[in-house]
């Protein structure tokens, strides 16, 4: 039962334009999302996160939105750089019994130059 | 000077043997984890231990044994390994455990396990 979902595997995005890149999830008792990058031979490192209680959280060029009543987080990265070709998986904290982390497939993003 | 790290990086091995993969961290956290990446590049949690006690075992196989000597080290062994065990293993690090103000995870690179 996949709880955190990355719906489309890859996106394409000219270099200078906005990158957005979605992801849903079930369980509407998670508290916590964070978007984590990762390239290749190597493993995820932390990006952004945001807590349920906000609806934004903005970090330089990324900014991630969180719409609870439609159990919905994208990340917007703007404007986009061929350093940022990586693939991006959305997570979510659970908060039944010990804490953690729930990932989604990830979604791969190539930005062009 | 690699905050995580993990040996080997690459395994390929035979149905039936018995393997180690390391993992070590450099960065002074109290929590570990290992995390297990399939075919379907879906991400999920094994284990995971704070100060050398195990806080997290999801529903693995009783052939999975993790192993951590100290804080800065854990360890996944793997016995009579069967060909579903081909995965990307990932180990990670963080400060405190999830839902911890410091709770950011740190990953290592990864093993590539391949069970022929």
């Known amino acids: 039962d996949q709880q955190v979902k990355q719906n489309s595997p890859s996106l394409s995005v000219q270099e200078g334009r906005i990158s957005i890149l979605n992801c849903d999830y079930t369980n509407s008792m998670f508290d916590y999302f964070l978007w984590y990058k990762k390239y290749p031979a190597e493993g995820p490192t932390f990006l952004i996160s945001i807590s349920s209680i906000k609806d934004k959280n903005e970090d330089g060029r990324f900014t991630v939105f969180l719409n609870k009543s439609a159990k919905h987080l994208s990340l917007h990265i703007v404007p986009s750089q061929p350093g940022d070709s990586a693939v991006y998986f959305c997570?979510?904290?659970?908060?039944?019994?010990?804490?953690?982390?729930?990932f989604g497939t990830g979604t791969r993003l190539k930005v062009l130059a | 000077d690699t905050a995580v790290s993990q040996t080997p990086k690459y395994l390929v091995t035979q149905m039936g043997n018995d393997k180690s993969i390391k993992c070590e961290q450099n960065?002074?956290?109290?929590?570990m984890y290992w995390y297990k990446q399939d075919s379907k590049k879906f991400l999920k949690i094994m284990f995971s231990?704070?100060?050398?006690?195990?806080?997290i075992n999801e529903t693995v196989p009783n052939r999975f044994s993790p192993k951590s000597p100290d804080k800065a080290h854990l360890n996944l062994h793997i016995n009579s390994l069967e060909l579903g065990d081909s995965a990307v293993y990932f180990c990670?690090?963080?400060?405190?455990?999830?839902?911890?103000?410091?709770?950011?995870?740190?990953f290592g690179p990864g093993t590539r396990l391949l069970v022929l």
């Open positions: 231990y704070n100060n050398k006690e195990l806080i």
């Open positions: 960065l002074g956290h109290d929590t």
């Open positions: 997570a979510a904290r659970t908060t039944s019994g010990t804490y953690k982390y729930i």
């Open positions: 990670a690090s963080s400060q405190d455990v999830a839902g911890g103000p410091r709770e950011t995870q740190y």
